[in-house]
């Protein structure tokens, strides 16, 4: 599937909230790896009993298929400076990670970032209402979801009042 066609590329932290909405909206199997609850299995040992191996390389396979496709879905969704940030993760997992510590508002200055730039906000000339209110409201969720991952306190709903 041609990703690109439907996901804009993630090319800095001002396209991460929207970006990463649309991955993990995707794909169940491939968001799993890319949250690390689908993981590669263990060896197992060379004289494990046959349905033992057999449902290892089950296991084995669903995880492989699962993690290309997660990786795929990422590659082809990046620009190619974003992309040299994470080409060498091998697990789509790893490549998930690096882009969230990137852009991801859980440090401090990214959350003066994003708080900066909620405040000073303003209407763009020629925009549509509804898209001036998503990106709004986009702000909005990239800032508190930063403040709770820091466990400070979000900011009340009243704030936005849209």
């Not at 199997?29 to 689908?38: C, F, M, P, R």
């Not at 496709?69 to 190619?80: C, E, F, G, P, Q």
């Amino acid at each position: 599937m041609d990703f690109s066609r439907h996901i804009k590329p993630l090319t800095g932290e001002t396209d991460w909230p929207m970006w990463k909405r649309k991955i993990l909206d995707y794909h169940e199997g491939a968001v799993e790896v890319i949250d690390d609850k689908l993981k590669r299995p263990e060896s197992i040992d060379a004289d494990a009993q046959e349905t033992v191996r057999k449902h290892h390389k089950e296991l084995c396979d669903l995880y492989r298929k699962a993690n290309s496709y997660a990786k795929l879905m990422i590659a082809s969704t990046v620009t190619d400076a974003v992309y040299q940030k994470i080409t060498y993760r091998e697990a789509a997992f790893e490549a998930w990670e690096a882009l969230k510590q990137q852009y991801e508002a859980t440090s401090k200055d990214q959350l003066f970032k994003i708080c900066t730039e909620f405040f000073a906000f303003r209407w763009a000339p020629g925009e549509v209402v509804l898209t001036h209110i998503a990106k709004l409201r986009s702000l909005w969720n990239e800032l508190n979801n930063g403040l709770e991952a820091k466990e400070e306190s979000k900011l009340p709903d009243l704030m936005l009042s849209l």
